[in-house]
Structure formats: structure tokens, C-alpha cells
């Protein structure tokens, strides 16, 4: 009895299985691997863009000098024309508790979308080397 081309038949069905359930494995982690949710990872990089705006205003100086004009136009050259954006900042006297003394906003557009990412910063205004104001800026990003 010659077992050998059985032995050879049930040997291919085996390596086509094999070969099947590699493929099956490969795709899937393909697929889960590629499904990652966009919008999330694309807000958080929008989140991550506008706290180094902000960085790059309050160590250039441009929130310090509570000029909407300046802020406007570094606004303008830091994001261009990829994002819009909106920056509000609010500024407050101290005298035995924070007292609001006025606030600005500064944008690219007049409408705000519904999906957004803020960043907050903090900053003080100094004048002949004494604290003069204390600020909160707000910037406002969108697609």
C-alpha cells in the first residue's frame, strides 16, 4: 500500500490552512491597526498647537503688551490660513482680591464651530518691574 500520496494530500491541506489563518491574522491586525479614530488624535494635536501658540505669544512678549493689533498679527503669521482661531483674553488690578479691568478678543472669522480645542494661559503684565496686571488668555482653535 502506498501511503505516501496521501501523506502528501493531507500535508497541502494542512499548509493551505496554516497559510489561511496567517492571512486571517495579518489582515485583522492590519485593519484594527488602521482604524484608530482620527478626529481624536487631530483635536489633540490641535490641542497641543495651540498651547505652543500661546507659549510663543507669552515668550515673544505679545500677551504682555495687551495690544490687539500685535496679537492679531502674530496670530496671523503663527497659524495662517490652515486653522481658525479665536483668542480672548481678559485682564485683572489685584488689591486684596482679583478685580476685572478689561478684555479683547481677536479672530480670523466671526463664526465659531462646534468642535473646538482651547488652551488656557496665565500671565502677568509688568511695568517698571512691578506686577501691573494679571491675564488670561484663551485661544480657540477650529477646522
Known amino acids: ?11 497541502s491541506i494542512d499548509y493551505l490552512i496554516a497559510l489561511m489563518l496567517f492571512v486571517s491574522i495579518v489582515y ?7 482604524s484608530t479614530s482620527a478626529p481624536i488624535s487631530n483635536s489633540l494635536l490641535m490641542k497641543k498647537q ?12 505679545s500677551l504682555d503688551s495687551l495690544n490687539q493689533n500685535t496679537l492679531n498679527s ?8 490652515r486653522l481658525n ?11 486684596g482680591g ?9 479672530s480670523n472669522t ?16 509688568y511695568q517698571e518691574g512691578n506686577p501691573r ?3 488670561l488668555a484663551k485661544l480657540i482653535l477650529w477646522q
Do not use: C
Open 133 to 135: 496686571y494679571y491675564g
Open 74 to 81: 502674530s496670530l496671523s503669521s503663527l497659524i495662517g490660513d
Open 28 to 34: 485583522a491586525v492590519h485593519y484594527l491597526s488602521a
Open 98 to 106: 482679583f478685580e476685572l479691568v478689561g478684555n479683547f478678543s481677536v
Open 50 to 61: 495651540a498651547q505652543d501658540i500661546l507659549a510663543v505669544l507669552h515668550k515673544t512678549h
Open 85 to 95: 482661531w479665536m483668542l480672548n483674553v481678559e485682564y485683572y488690578n489685584y488689591s
Open 110 to 125: 466671526a463664526t465659531v464651530s462646534n468642535n473646538t480645542v482651547t488652551a488656557h494661559r496665565t500671565f502677568v503684565v
Open 1 to 11: 500500500m502506498n501511503s505516501r500520496p496521501l501523506k502528501a494530500f493531507v500535508f
